[in-house]
């Protein structure tokens, strides 16, 4: 019993970690009301699914109970000489691109969010619903 | 290397480059930023009817981005998928921006020309780039330009847009994010990104839960992405209010481009044998059958006019997810496999851009969005209603037009895989369509032209007896693709008794693996 826990649980901590993220980011967006607080539950949902990616890269860490042994993939002579295990730098690299995605896509989202601020008056999506749905019987 | 081997990445390149050199020059000048967008688009529509040639008769295309080879550069692959695919795209693009240059000199402001060409010409690269990368990585990011362009142009009018496009925006990027996390799923267990790469290595794997919820999680990410029925809310708001042109490239091009990201992962990165482990397509059948009666019956419902249209996309979605529902269960090549989901693809383009375009022509003229106020508009607006009528018939289904073709083939296709439920339900579809169409036709031509309806707001040009035609820029683009409605149902139809139906979709069977199922 012990040993699937730390097996399953501790040594994959980080993976637990971002499905909690991520859980939490979908929740945020999907129950909100706020226009603005579910843009903060996409962010963090897409923050989620980055660090699922960023301890992707992290090989060494299943090898050993706990311990983490991949360094970052800087190539030193003395760290070839030693035997370290490098982390896999290209999901951190794809992450890279997918944080600029993330940061255009709240740009834009905050853009719209101001605009309809300014149309309407609120950023509560009832109100605005309710707003158009008077707009609609006009 | 050959310089037409080049041409898929100089597409997408020369794309992106324009796009911004739209926004220099438009400081200069802002008459030229249209024609930059035109000229770009048209020869990149040369281009790829070049691509498509040679890729029918020498074979793929592979390009290697900066000379690294493939598992770890990116790799653009245009087989004859892709090329198919990429025709549609830059074609009704090239229709969209004809018609946008008037459409939006008379209803954007004028200091928003440049940046909306700019994003438009952007959008063009970006859908170019989805259709011929192959890589899955090098997919997400293209389809977020995709994306990103797309909200801005929809809300580019302001007012109600703004909530419909926020709406796209939030379920537009949670999908998305699903598709990276599926990706992500794959990488963990093949350590690749490369498309065919991924395909050699995923067989051993095939029974392991990992690759199942990866397929899944790409699976609901393309179907929000394609307004796959119970993922479409975001579709409605977003087609009815966006500018026209752009609910027709939405309609006509957009959801159809990630219909085709589905059909590559599934079929390139997965393959036929996997998709047969599980009824994951027997299942999307069914939900593309509720798909088409449920969008038929909401069209019916509704009162205005690009709405109506709207559903009736989410109607025609069904159409093209039935046929590659079916794909995997056709038994013989003839009929079987994509060719009727591909055909479709290429028919709902043709059928609804031509119908977002006239039902913005009567926005740009009369300001008329309700369907009750076109009353009388087939007298004054002879040529429009003229090509709304056949773009209309086109979708109910009558001989020898495109959306009869589609009909043809989709009733082999049910034959060949033995389903005969889908056949009470097509024809149950096309008389919905009769319904909701024959409504509209009979307000435009058959109700006496409301002095009363809609003159009071243009009383200038009330002239008795004056044609109210749109200018000729916008109406070009709409007769072309009302007749295109003809003319390639009659080119479809006369292919049929050749053995081995149309080259390119039978080179696109063959690619896969498709249509000889022996159960």
Redesign the interface.
């Known amino acids: 019993m012990l040993e699937w826990f730390v097996q399953e649980v501790f040594e994959k901590y980080n993976f637990w970690t971002a499905i909690f993220i991520?859980l939490i980011g979908?929740y945020a967006?999907i129950a909100k009301g706020n226009?603005l607080k579910?843009?903060i539950g996409?962010s963090i949902?897409?923050t989620g699914?980055f660090l699922?990616?960023i301890s992707?890269g992290d090989i060494g860490s299943l090898a050993n109970w706990g311990l983490r042994t991949a360094t970052p993939p800087i190539l030193w002579e003395e760290g070839v000489e030693l035997g370290y295990v490098y982390a896999n730098p290209l999901?951190h690299v794809?992450m890279l691109?997918?944080i600029v995605?993330s940061a255009?896509?709240t740009g834009?989202?905050l853009a719209?969010?101001v605009?309809?601020y300014q149309?309407y008056g609120t950023i509560e999506e009832d109100e605005?619903?309710r707003k158009?749905m008077e707009?609609d019987q006009r | 290397m050959l310089l037409v081997e080049q041409f898929p990445v100089l597409i997408v390149t020369t794309g992106v480059f324009a796009g911004y050199t739209i926004l220099i020059a438009g400081l200069v000048n802002r008459k030229s930023c249209a024609y930059i967008f035109l000229s770009v688009v048209f020869s990149h529509l040369i281009m790829s009817l070049f691509i498509l040639h040679h890729v029918l008769t020498v074979g793929t295309i592979h390009y290697w981005l900066g000379g690294w080879r493939p598992p770890w550069g990116i790799e653009y692959v245009v087989d004859a998928l892709n090329a198919y695919i990429l025709v549609i795209v830059l074609f009704l693009s090239l229709m969209a921006g004809l018609y946008a240059k008037r459409y939006e000199e008379h209803k954007l402001e004028e200091r928003k020309h440049v940046t909306y060409f700019t994003l438009f010409q952007l959008l063009v690269a970006g859908l170019c780039g989805v259709v011929v990368t192959g890589d899955v990585f090098n997919m997400y990011v293209l389809s977020e330009i995709v994306a990103l362009t797309a909200y801005a142009l929809i809300a580019s009018p302001g007012g109600r847009t703004l909530k419909a496009s926020y709406n796209y925006l939030v379920m537009g990027s949670v999908g998305i994010c699903f598709y990276l996390l599926g990706i992500g799923f794959l990488y963990s267990v093949t350590g690749t990104l490369n498309m065919a790469d991924m395909r050699i290595l995923l067989p051993p794997l095939y029974q392991n839960r990992l690759v199942f919820v990866a397929y899944a999680l790409i699976l609901v990410g393309f179907s929000i992405k394609m307004a796959l029925i119970p993922l479409h809310t975001w579709l409605p708001d977003a087609h009815a209010f966006a500018p026209s042109e752009i609910s027709a490239m939405l309609s006509g091009i957009i959801i159809e481009v990630y219909t085709y990201a589905f059909i590559r992962i599934s079929f390139s990165v997965f393959t036929v044998d996997f998709l047969r482990l599980l009824p994951i397509f027997d299942i999307i059948s069914w939900i593309a059958a509720i798909a088409i009666i449920y969008g038929s019956v909401l069209a019916i419902a509704q009162i205005n006019l690009k709405r109506m249209l709207a559903y009736s996309s989410v109607s025609q979605m069904g159409y093209i997810m039935l046929g590659v529902g079916l794909s995997i269960s056709t038994r013989s090549a003839l009929w079987g496999g994509l060719t009727p989901a591909l055909m479709h693809i290429l028919n709902h383009a043709l059928m609804k851009g031509c119908l977002f375009l006239v039902a913005g022509a009567f926005i740009y003229k009369f300001n008329a969005w309700n369907i009750t106020d076109l009353r009388g508009l087939g007298r004054k607006m002879p040529w429009t209603c003229g090509a709304f009528v056949l773009a209309a018939i086109s979708m109910i289904g009558v001989p020898p037009s495109v959306g009869f073709v589609t009909k043809v083939y989709l009733i082999f296709a049910f034959v060949e895989a033995g389903n005969f439920i889908f056949m009470a339900i097509l024809l149950l579809s096309a008389l919905l369509n009769l319904v909701y169409f024959w409504r509209v036709i009979e307000i435009l031509y058959m109700r006496p032209g409301g002095e009363e309806g809609h003159s009071e707001h243009h009383a200038e040009h009330a002239a008795p007896g004056k044609s109210e035609e749109i200018p000729l820029f916008m109406l070009i683009p709409v007769v072309t693709l009302a007749s295109l409605c003809m003319i390639m149902g009659i080119v479809w139809l006369t292919e049929i008794p050749i053995v081995g139906a149309i080259p390119i979709l039978d080179n696109v069977n063959k690619l896969f693996g498709l249509g000889a199922y022996t159960p």
């Open positions: 991520i979908i967006t226009l579910k843009l996409l949902f897409q699914i699922f990616y992707l999901p794809l691109t997918g995605v255009a896509t834009v989202a719209l969010v605009r309809m149309e605005i619903m158009e707009l």
